[in-house]
């Protein structure tokens, strides 16, 4: 499973929180074009392993390569990083002082210098691919929730990374549109996209994912394929996890 | 998520009149038209001494917008980097805008203005006028930065983590997502600020600063008619501030429109 070269490869990651240890000992290792889920209860540190790929959250021991850098290397852009990391928000965030499309060429046109005509045409396209092309001139506060965040997916897609983050990224929705945001992710998945997703959508799971990774209490308990995972799952945690969500 | 709506409360300066206070009988009308109505009926049926107070005024009135105008910028200048400088991670920019603001709270307004007047006048002699805007822009300054890092603090995390998440760095950040949005809170308590900076020029009548206090003040040690030139400076204060006040409330209306649209 493991290539010689993963985009991200994560070794032997420690993060505290004052003393509370929020990171214990976590490796992994994506390779590009993977989907990675993961998994796990409440505070068992899924959100904090995810920030910590793209530097929102720093580390206290171990190392992080995205793409080939070190991303803790003082020496590293961690901007420029970023700019390769796509992240989606649990609750969206989209830029409320913006319009949809505003929100989308912001960071292409003051980052890479994209000509503004060049950078909508490009935006609308995208906003297109993800069924928004009609609210391109509304704003946030407009919008559902299920919209905003198929607004943010292509917000992140704007700046054309070559991985992308999910935090729960329909944790805050309705039960009617998590559906049309699922729709999005697995479109991007199979286009090729590196995803690493945190989310309690088990269908997605099953469907989309290459590996799951279980955490429990700051560590890694379990990495497995979906099937593998989810009808002979090998860890105690992992068994009594399933139990509870399914 | 959602319609996060956040005021600031600043205790000091005039009220702002509520844009939905739809009422005929407001407390900005009473007021409003209230003075009007004084003014006019002094001026026809008192025009002496009235008419010739009155008359000795707008120079005034000039001044003290010159030297409200200069200090609020200066002030907004100055509160934008003390604001910055409150919430930085930089720990001497951090605390440096921190013991700024706690000196400038610590000195009542006239003991600054005098010392900056006569104190440093002594040192490097600038014209009178420049002291007194600098005096004043320096201690609301410290107010304004207050208003600015609340303001700051008021839009939500989540903004900054997904400008950072896109290669914006703190100060791209800073100026292209959260200061935008910030402006729309601390907009209010600016005015506000605006208005009692105004009310607090009339100090710079004692630094020989030609404003519509000192005027009067001529006015009346020529003339000895006291009682009428304070009434009339005063009725003219208030309506300067019940103009501005208006006139912010109208602002505000609109920006809130424009949240919602
Ligand atoms: N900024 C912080 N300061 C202190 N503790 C934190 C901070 N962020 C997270 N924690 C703690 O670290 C632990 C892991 O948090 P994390 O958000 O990564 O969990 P999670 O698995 O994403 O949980 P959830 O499913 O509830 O989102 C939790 O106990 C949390 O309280
Ligand atoms: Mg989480």
Redesign the pocket.
Known sequence: MNNANPIISINNVQKY??T?K?LDDVSLSVDAGQKVVVL????????????TINKL?GINSGSIVVDGQDINDPANDINRIREEVGMVF?SFNLFRHKSVLENLTLAPIKLKKEPKEQADRRCLELLEKVGMVEKAASYPVQLSGGQQQRVAIARALAMKPKIMLF??PT?ALDPEMIGEVLDVMVTLAREGMTMVV?T?EMGFAREVADKVVF?DE?RIVEIAEPNQFFDQPVHKRTKLFLEQIL | MGNKQVIIEVGDGAAIPSPRDKGLFTAWRISFFGTLAIIAYLLLFRPDPYLDIIKFLPDGIVVTFQVTIASISLAIVLGLIAGLGRISRNRLFNLAASTYIEIVRGIPLLVQLFYIYFALGHLIRVPDMLAAIIAMGFCYGAYMGEVFRAGIKSIDEGQTEASLSLGFNRSQTMRYVVLPQAWRTILPPVGNEFIALLKDTSLVSILAVSDILRRGREFASESFQYFETYTMVALIYLLITLILSKLLSILEDRLSHYEQR
Do not use: C, N, W
Request: glycine content about 20%; cysteine-free.
């Open positions: 929180f004052g509370f929020a796990g209860p409440s505070g068992s540190g899924k959100s904090t392993l995810l920030r959250e649990q935090d729960e944790s945190v309690h955490m700051g």
